[in-house]
């Protein structure tokens, strides 16, 4: 009865939020903030659900099969050790929550709420009216939130959340979801009602409420996490995916054994089980489930548009600041990765021809902007020796006429498809690097070009030998190539050591990465995307065991900051900012499609059967394509063709 | 109603406690138990949960690196166990919930007994991990 009062209760909610009668904001504010302790009242607060249990979840087809599939043994994987709780699961995590509050100082209003849990980081609240990030900003486990008052009700919009899981223990959210909380106090008791939605694996947003009360002897502890980088899983493989193969997963339905009298169907959830109306299909009802009608809600995320702005093809480029010299270009779609500094700049891929000029005009503003940003002077007469003067670098900025930034020394490529090497040979000419006879000066058969550098594989794809119709310019080409594990590049460029690391046969034969050592960034190229399957060109040398090699060589080198997120950037392919939880998540998919694809290949089955039995339907809506260039079809086909069985 | 009282009886069910990160009972298959004895190859006293790492054959008598999780600092240091109660090298007898995935070799300390002093862990009243 207390699930009926609830989701009442949520609907009083909607209601009130939905209808516009209500003050934007109350005169005065009630306020949340202190220490608050969760009352163990509601179901799984204490516990979780057993295996298999997603009552009440209006799961669809892809959200049952990943929750079957997906191991709780994910946690002991490296990169998740230290996960904190799923943000749609943390109000239900013990220990209570604390809720700070920062005060603007000039009008006293609350600028931020900050929200803290036993398990969690930090979740600020901003309530100052900024906007939301962009799309290809990273996701972190607490999103990105803002508060506006309804009424007496705090509503807390969240976007830019990490994948995860509804409840411990089984049900998997994707990284669409968003979340909308409402916030209520009534004297000393807070309501939160939580409205989870994520059109990937739910048919309507997934409604829950729980009640905290305030106490002020309650105390949120922090759990301090220092797992290590073994895996939890045991063996020596720190690689190591824990997932269930389709229909392996034997402990679903254990619970049941001792619950018989509980009808199966409704446990494996969906959204016509969890209206009123579905009862009239138990016990032999004269209702079809197929036949019944529920006044389910709709979505209001729409995750295809989502997707296209975290890779906007818009025929612009967009600057994404990093860390230490590093900047992320969205060019067009194609993420590209910028070096900024004192030795002047180093870019990793060139993107598509068409944008060529765009990318030049974008970088060479941001080189101004970083190195001769005009300041003020700081810096006088004899307390200022060689500098002062009418050559002082300060007049430059007072006449408006600084220097200009140091121009373009490297360019890498991290593969040869179009979008990594396309603007090769316009932007390479707009750069210099000292190479030949004249120690230092340009040889003029090379021209005043940068370096270009990549696997010599790539070299190999984009020319010919002699005699023969090279499929690119000559201009074009790579000037640098190597064949090892890895390059370094031969001296400091802005400061930091610069390691190109090859990843053989992944989408292409001369995949790389590239690993910016002080900044903590790593360029990913096409080995990671978070928009498509990973695009496999098995006829140049890519295959899906590369792949998965590929990345978890990025999750050897990269490090979280803390509590699994943060720390090393990657920049993928396309697609937002990512962090080491992001590619772990990737790689996770990745591997159980290969498994998956394998498992039903070693039972003889064709390509077309194994289309058939969608290995990849948990992920399609997330991944997947059914237009385009690079379909789920091309793609499962590029892992069955390549996956290779050892002997 | 019938729909609410599924729902009902299912938070009655699931309502052994469990206070780590991770589920326990999603993590161990619940109704089994292996005995692994072998060396002790590491032991790393830490939170959220201690591991004890101990080279012991499988169930085909093959040599494997197991890891068996154990309690938080708070709940070992409250039973009398310190980081250097165990030893590398130890030879010890552990029981244990064996993981519900094929293929993993971790599993969930019930018991740890090294037959050359006696040390033993859950035999006594609360020695469980929570």
Redesign the interface.
């Known amino acids: 009865?207390k699930?009926?009062l609830l989701a009442v209760l949520a609907v009083i909610v909607f209601a009130g939020v939905r209808g516009s009668a209500q003050p934007a904001r109350p005169a005065i504010a009630p306020d949340i903030a202190g220490e608050w302790r969760l009352d163990n009242n509601e179901?799984?607060t204490?516990?979780?659900?057993?295996?298999g249990?997603y009552?009440?979840i209006p799961f669809n087809d892809a959200g049952r099969m990943r929750s079957d599939t997906t191991?709780?043994?994910i946690?002991?994987t490296p990169e998740y050790q230290c996960?904190?709780?799923s943000a749609p699961h943390q109000w239900r995590g013990?220990g209570g929550a604390r809720i700070l509050k920062e005060q603007d100082p000039l009008t006293r209003n609350v600028s931020v709420y900050h929200i803290q849990f036993m398990?969690s980081l930090d979740r600020p609240v901003f309530m100052d009216g900024r906007p939301h990030p962009p799309a290809y900003a990273p996701h972190t486990w607490t999103g990105f939130s803002t508060g506006e008052w309804v009424g007496n009700t705090l509503k807390i919009t969240t976007t830019h959340l990490k994948d995860g899981y509804l409840k411990?223990?089984?049900p998997q959210t994707s990284d669409m979801l968003t979340m909308t909380e409402y916030l209520t106090r009534h004297d000393e008791i807070l309501t939160i009602v939580t409205v989870t939605d994520d059109p990937i694996y739910l048919d309507e947003p997934y409604v829950e409420s729980t009640t905290y009360t305030y106490d002020t002897t309650s105390t949120v502890a922090t759990?301090?996490?220092?797992?290590?980088s073994?895996?939890?899983?045991?063996?020596?493989d720190r690689h190591?995916v824990?997932?269930?193969l389709p229909g392996q997963?034997t402990?679903l339905g254990?619970?049941l054994k001792?619950?018989e009298?509980?009808p199966v169907e409704?446990?494996r959830g969906g959204v016509k089980?969890?209206y009123?109306e579905?009862?009239a299909t138990?016990n032999g009802g004269a209702v079809k489930v197929a036949d019944l009608k529920v006044p389910s809600s709709k979505s209001a995320n729409d995750v295809a548009k989502r997707l296209a702005e975290s890779s906007p093809r818009d025929g612009e480029v967009h600057i994404l600041p990093l860390q230490g010299n590093i900047y992320m270009a969205v060019a067009n779609g194609t993420n590209l990765t910028v070096s900024i500094g004192a030795d002047g700049i180093l870019l990793v891929d060139t993107g598509d021809a068409k944008m060529s000029d765009k990318i030049l005009a974008s970088v060479g503003q941001l080189a101004s902007a970083v190195l001769a940003n005009p300041t003020a002077n700081q810096c006088f007469g004899a307390n200022c020796p060689g500098k002062w003067g009418w050559s002082s670098p300060y007049i430059g900025a007072v006449i408006s006429a600084p220097a200009p930034a140091r121009p373009l020394r490297y360019i890498i490529n991290t593969s040869a498809a179009p979008e990594r090497v396309g603007g090769n040979e316009r932007i390479a000419t707009t750069g210099f690097f000292p190479r030949g006879s004249q120690f230092g000066g340009a040889v003029e058969n090379v021209g005043p070009r940068a370096s270009v550098i990549a696997h010599e594989e790539v070299l190999n794809r984009m020319s010919a030998p002699a005699g023969k119709a090279s499929p690119m310019p000559t201009a074009s080409w790579p000037t640098d190539t190597y064949f090892d594990e890895f390059h370094k590049l031969p001296e400091y460029v802005n400061g930091e050591a610069v390691i190109v690391y090859h990843a053989p046969n992944a989408t292409t034969d001369g995949d790389s990465f590239v690993f910016f050592r002080h900044s903590e960034v790593i360029a990913a190229g096409n080995l990671f995307s978070t928009v498509s399957y990973p695009v496999i060109e098995v006829d140049k040398g890519g295959t899906i065991d590369g792949v998965i090699g590929g990345l978890n060589k990025i999750l050897d080198i990269a490090v979280a900051e803390y509590r699994a997120q943060g720390g090393t950037w990657i920049v993928p392919g396309r697609g937002r900012l990512s962090d080491t939880a992001d590619v772990a998540a990737y790689r996770n998919m990745v591997t159980m499609i290969r498994d998956r694809v394998k498992d039903l290949k070693r039972k003889g089955m064709t390509l077309a059967q194994v289309k058939a039995a969608k290995p990849t339907m948990d992920f399609d809506g997330r991944y997947g394509s059914t237009t385009g260039a690079w379909t789920t079809d091309m793609f499962v086909e590029a892992v069955y063709s390549s996956i290779q069985e050892k002997k | 109603m019938r729909t609410f009282l599924l729902v009902i009886g299912v938070a009655l069910i699931a309502s052994t406690a469990a206070y780590a990160h991770h589920s326990y009972a999603a993590t161990y298959d619940v109704t089994k138990e292996v005995k692994l004895e072998g060396k002790l190859v590491q032991f790393v006293m830490r939170n959220p949960h201690s591991f004890v790492h101990m080279e012991a054959p499988d169930e085909h008598g093959e040599m494997k690196r197991w890891a068996v999780e154990w309690g938080g600092t708070t709940q070992l240091g409250a039973q009398g166990v310190k980081r250097e109660s165990l030893k590398v090298g130890d030879e010890i007898t552990v029981t244990a919930r064996p993981s519900r995935v094929p293929g993993e070799y971790r599993a969930l300390m019930l018991s740890l007994r090294r037959p050359l002093d006696g040390f033993t862990w859950g035999t006594r009243s609360g020695e469980a991990v929570d």
């Open positions: 009865m699930n009926v179901q799984d204490t516990a979780q659900p057993p295996l249990d009552l009440g191991a709780e043994s946690w002991g996960r904190p709780h013990l398990r411990r223990g089984g759990e301090t996490c220092n797992a290590s073994f895996a939890e899983n045991g063996g020596t190591w824990p997932h269930f997963n402990a254990e619970w001792t619950s009298w509980i409704p446990t089980t969890i009123p579905y009862r138990l």
